[in-house]
């Protein structure tokens, strides 16, 4: 592929999603929306330092996402998704539940103002009615509304001629469950099982929709002793769980496959998941020993292959099929309450530099990512300016150029045929010029020059005619 070709290639991976996702509301033959083949991820906002939506959006993008999930119809962020192509997951806040669920008009009302402002062109496909309602007794008084809200906005959405575009559900922690272990006894709690569960099962059968299940590793295995690392991680060799005729390697795998037990005993054999939430701390406190960055980075990056393989799709009790799936979170959200790790689960530090170096398209193996920050430097060398590595593959490289141009479109204008910088047009030249921009930017905040191995500091001034690089 020659320079230009290919940098024009790089540029159009910045706005289009292009690899592999269905159409857009495609229904499969069961009468589930197809599911494209690309990661989701949670769009949180608790933060006083995050960037505008616009910013995040781009960011996304160039990530390669293909879903977003947002804890509130965020109106500014609703309209920076418009017109991405991205699926968009809304939710009904947990205050608004009983109001929601209080009739028919409200429901109408809520979608009105929420939803049909910024839909289709935000292409919105699934609105949850609120989120972990279930854990402890905080909002103990919104169950009862839960299943007339899930039914109210489910009408609303028919009457705006919006049936089968856009499905309903909520989102649950697995402590529903009163047992989980072995997996083929899972089991919902007593207090919610025949009252709650199976009205709100039957409901989302029937609409051809899924249950969002927050599933996290990290939380099970901080809280047990019996737990293994490797197995809590995606990584277990030997530490493995024999359910029956059935063989878990990871722990994930068993959770979900105790939530499918769980359904099949009140009757639901083919109920379908979507992990809403999951992820694992780059950091904590002195007790949440594993919370840190490469644990992290393994985690997700191990999770994001699993999803996306071709071969080991769904579980061993429910091969085959497709989960769609969230990582939890975007960004870091300084605001979030509660223990150090709660406000570092995020992709990206809320100057949009990466926490770890992460290929949400599943194709880089472990083995191929430059080591972590909190463990070795990230970045060869010493000096002022951050550029190519000319020794490394054209497809890091090509990485690196989209990840850097994705995070300020500025960085890369200089680069463009007849800017300063454009000659001589080649992914080595054009990646030194857009890792350098990019480090100059972000390396007061923590941002690296490794970009997976292809970046290298320098004290070379790389300037040369009227390319001049800053430092």
Same mark, same amino acid.
């Given at each position: ?213 927050? &599933?996290?590793?990290? +939380? $099970? %295995?901080?809280?047990?002793? *019996?737990?293994? /690392?490797?197995?809590?991680?995606? #990584?277990? @060799?030997?530490?493995?769980? &024999?359910?029956?005729? +059935? $063989? %878990?390697?990871?722990?994930? *795998?068993?959770? /979900?496959?105790?939530?499918?037990? #769980?359904? @099949? ?207």
């Amino acid at each position: 592929m020659s320079p230009p070709l290919l940098l024009s290639l790089c540029l159009t991976l910045l706005t289009c999603q292009c690899h592999g996702q269905a159409p857009l509301n495609a229904v499969s033959a069961d009468g589930y929306a197809q599911q494209s083949r690309t990661l989701g991820i949670n769009y949180g906002t608790l933060g006083d330092n995050l960037p505008s939506p616009a910013d995040a959006v781009a960011a996304i993008k160039a990530m390669k996402i293909g879903r977003v999930k947002l804890f509130s119809p965020n109106a500014d962020i609703l309209t920076a998704l418009a017109n991405t192509g991205m699926e968009v997951v809304v939710a009904v806040p947990n205050e608004e539940i009983v109001a929601v669920g209080a009739s028919p008009a409200a429901a109408t009302a809520w979608v009105r103002l929420h939803i049909s402002p910024y839909h289709p062109e935000a292409n919105i496909v699934v609105i949850l009615v609120g989120n972990e309602i279930f854990t402890g007794t905080t909002f103990q008084s919104t169950w009862t509304s839960l299943l007339p809200a899930t039914q109210n906005l489910h009408a609303a959405i028919e009457s705006f001629g919006w049936s089968g575009q856009i499905r309903i559900s909520t989102a649950v922690a697995l402590d529903v469950l009163a047992s989980s272990f072995p997996p083929s006894a899972g089991t919902f709690r007593s207090d919610i099982a025949t009252s709650f569960v199976r009205p709100l099962l039957s409901f989302l059968t029937k609409t051809n929709s899924y249950l969002f299940v927050n &599933v996290y590793p990290f +939380l $099970t %295995y901080s809280s047990s002793s *019996d737990i293994n /690392l490797s197995y809590a991680m995606f #990584a277990s @060799t030997t530490d493995n769980v &024999v359910d029956g005729g +059935l $063989t %878990y390697t990871n722990l994930m *795998d068993a959770q /979900l496959d105790a939530v499918y037990a #769980a359904a @099949t005993k009140l009757g639901f054999t083919s109920l379908r998941i979507a992990i809403g939430e999951t992820g694992w701390p780059s950091a904590g406190d002195s007790t949440e020993v594993a919370a840190t960055i490469d644990n992290a980075a393994n985690y997700n990056r191990r999770l994001v292959r699993k999803i996306l393989s071709t071969t080991q799709i769904g579980t061993p009790a429910r091969p085959g099929v497709f989960i769609p799936t969230y990582i939890f979170a975007l960004f870091n959200e300084n605001l979030k309450p509660g223990v150090s790790s709660e406000r570092n689960w995020g992709l990206l530090h809320p100057n949009l530099s990466p926490v770890y170096a992460i290929d949400l398209t599943g194709q880089i193996y472990d083995s191929q990512y430059s080591p972590n920050s909190n463990s070795s430097p990230l970045q060869t060398g010493s000096g002022t300016w951050c550029i190519s590595n000319e020794n490394s593959d054209p497809v890091t490289l090509e990485n690196g150029l989209n990840f850097a141009c994705g995070a300020d479109v500025e960085f890369c204008k200089a680069i463009q045929p007849s800017a300063s910088c454009y000659l001589p047009s080649t992914i080595v030249s054009h990646a030194a010029w857009a890792f350098n921009n990019y480090w100059q930017k972000y390396k007061g905040a923590g941002g690296s020059c490794s970009f997976s191995g292809a970046g290298v500091l320098t004290s070379t001034d790389p300037s040369y005619g009227a390319c001049v690089f800053p430092h």
